[in-house]
């Protein structure tokens, strides 16, 4: 599918993902729309509640839609929180694949985050698409999240989920974060280290969503991560090196557990040693493969 002159639905394009994908198709000549939950800022914006079925008749006539939008789940888990985080996920991706499925015009591929949570915490087996989904809170919301696009593939719109790693932005995520301390030259390995990190430059973010739109073939799930994972150790020491500062500060995995809780755990603390196999196999060229490479990039422009 080309995306000259291409009328594109995006949702969450306020997020780190949208805001840089909205970017890109703006420069490209892409007609954008963002459904956003506030007061629409202008006629390319349209409300909506990701909680409430959407009018298809509103969202009939685009080319492709990039479904993003998401309840953050960098914070501690409360019972309200995982609510959120389900719900806004699940939820907001039935209705919407419920609406375009109805639209009069349908578009010919709906992209919708995923995450890979969906493998679990998985020590150091080698996963791809083909990996069966693991245990835990975002394993399970991760397998709901993709099921909740059905409707959409049982009305015949190719579907596409997007299962992301960490993505490396200054401009945003987990690396802002983390930035400040490993600046300060307190930053250190969590627990020991030896959990896998997959990770994707923003740019590969980018243009990996603009290849599975233009690459009909491309459908079900697909790992958003670069080509070499590293260890929670050898990323730190990475980070480190790049800022030219020390890395002496480990925290210890009782800390983690004590602080974050749930979210500590399965998000931090957790291995998943992922590969793009079908990104890679589709043809997608990355832009950064090591992650030397990519810090530099994020870091130094």
Not at 6 to 19: C, K, M, N, P
Not at 169 to 178: F, W
Not at 266 to 277: G, K, T, Y
């Amino acid at each position: 599918m080309a995306l000259d002159s291409a009328r594109v639905l995006v949702t969450g394009a306020s997020g780190l993902i949208g805001r840089a994908l909205v970017s890109s198709f703006q420069a490209g000549g892409v007609e954008v729309t963002s459904l956003v939950r506030g007061t629409p800022a202008g006629p390319h914006q349209m409300r909506w509640d990701p909680a409430r079925p959407l009018a298809p008749e509103n969202i009939t006539g685009f080319d492709a839609v990039v479904h993003l939008a998401g309840e953050t789940v960098a914070s501690r888990w409360t019972s309200a929180k995982r609510t959120k985080i389900r719900d806004s996920r699940v939820a907001g991706t039935r209705n919407l694949a419920h609406a375009l499925a109805k639209a009069a015009k349908r578009p010919r591929v709906l992209v919708t985050a995923s995450a890979i949570g969906y493998y679990g915490d998985r020590a150091d087996e080698v996963l791809n698409e083909k990996s069966a989904a693991g245990t835990g809170f975002l394993a399970d919301v991760c397998r709901e999240w993709e099921a909740a696009n059905q409707p959409a593939t049982d009305a015949g719109i190719r579907t596409v989920q997007i299962r992301t790693g960490i993505v490396l932005s200054a401009e945003g995520g987990a690396l802002k974060k983390m930035l400040p301390p490993f600046r300060m030259g307190v930053g250190g390995r969590l627990g020991s280290g030896r959990q896998w990190m997959s990770w994707i430059h923003i740019q590969d973010m980018v243009g990996g969503i603009h290849h599975v739109i233009k690459t009909d073939l491309l459908q079900g799930p697909v790992n958003f991560v670069a080509p070499r994972p590293v260890t929670n150790a050898e990323f730190t020491e990475t980070l480190a090196s790049v800022l030219q500062r020390p890395a002496m500060f480990p925290i210890p995995v009782v800390a983690i557990q004590t602080i974050f809780g749930q979210m500590g755990q399965e998000v931090l603390l957790s291995s998943q040693r992922v590969e793009p196999a079908r990104l890679v196999t589709s043809g997608y060229p990355f832009h950064c493969s090591e992650l030397r490479k990519a810090l530099e990039a994020v870091l130094k422009g």
